[in-house]
């Protein structure tokens, strides 16, 4: 970061969201604070249930918390959806197979009433940015699922949002291809100097990519340990070797630990 006092992106305090279901309540979050700044890169993670994409849903105004506070780019997240405040990656790609990579990257850009010189700057450089750069007019089944990830989060770029959240958008790549994107993820983040908040299950994942993690626990949903990475920003893949990165990972996992219900 080179801002000295970088601005809040998200802020919750004592966020509480309860689904009524007919089995009852069911308290997917509960008091949870947390601050998330310009151009930091927070991971969410923690057992099946804990409340995280509900975490990330409630970011974008597409859950309604119940209780507490939160504001997202310092406005209601109501105000940060309507001023299209964030880009959202999910865990399938969610391409339209009928449309090109250029037409699918184009779809939010047309609803948003982009010219059709702008489109075409645009999707041009978010294919660069995730390496598709010649890939504009292939069709998503002829794309790897590494590549049709890629396109997703090109997608979610395009219109320049500074928050990317993105709910395990790796889940389903197998391992070597999800270290690729990792790289050349955490490379884009620093080039863009975006704010990432990132789902995921994996601990080595969590670590390699944050600057921030955060360990969740179920039944109710809530934030079990915040921890402040001390790994420097640029980060080679072999970092994951290195005693820093490991004891981090050991504080991960007893958090996991210590939240975990091995039902
Ligand atoms: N629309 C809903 N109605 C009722 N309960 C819900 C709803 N959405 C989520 N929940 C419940 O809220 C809790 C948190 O769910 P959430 O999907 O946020 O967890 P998660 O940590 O993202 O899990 P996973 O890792 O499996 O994706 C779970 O108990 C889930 O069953």
């Not at 601005?7 to 509960?30: I, M, Q, W, Y």
């Not at 504001?71 to 299209?84: F, I, K, Q, S, W």
């Not at 789902?199 to 360990?215: D, G």
Request: hydrophobic share 40%.
């Amino acid at each position: 970061m080179t801002e000295d006092n970088p601005r809040s992106v998200v802020s919750a305090k004592d966020l509480c969201l309860t689904f009524e279901t007919n089995d009852g309540p069911v308290h997917a979050l509960k008091d949870v604070n947390l601050e998330v700044k310009k151009g930091d890169f927070v991971s969410f993670i923690g057992p099946s249930g804990c409340g995280k994409t509900t975490f990330l849903r409630v970011i974008a105004d597409l859950e309604k918390s119940t209780a507490g506070e939160i504001t997202v780019n310092g406005t209601t997240p109501e105000n940060a959806r309507l001023d299209r405040s964030y880009g959202y990656v999910f865990q399938a790609a969610g391409l339209y197979p009928w449309r090109t990579i250029e037409k699918n990257i184009a779809l939010p850009l047309e609803i948003m009433g982009y010219t059709k010189a702008d489109q075409q700057r645009r999707i041009e450089r978010v294919l660069e940015l995730v390496d598709l750069a010649n890939f504009g007019k292939k069709f998503p089944w002829q794309l790897s699922g590494g590549m049709q990830q890629r396109a997703s989060i090109a997608r979610a770029l395009a219109f320049d949002a500074d928050l990317l959240l993105m709910d395990e958008p790796f889940g389903a790549l197998d391992e070597i291809v999800r270290d690729h994107l990792n790289e050349q993820l955490l490379k884009l983040w620093a080039r863009t100097d975006k704010t990432i908040c990132f789902v995921t299950h994996s601990i080595p994942e969590a670590v390699y990519l944050s600057t921030r993690i955060v360990v969740m626990s179920p039944r109710p949903g809530r934030v079990t340990d915040v921890i402040e990475s001390p790994l420097p920003k640029e980060r080679p893949l072999d970092i994951r070797e290195s005693p820093e990165f490991l004891k981090i990972a050991h504080r991960v996992r007893e958090g996991l630990r210590a939240g975990h219900s091995y039902e």
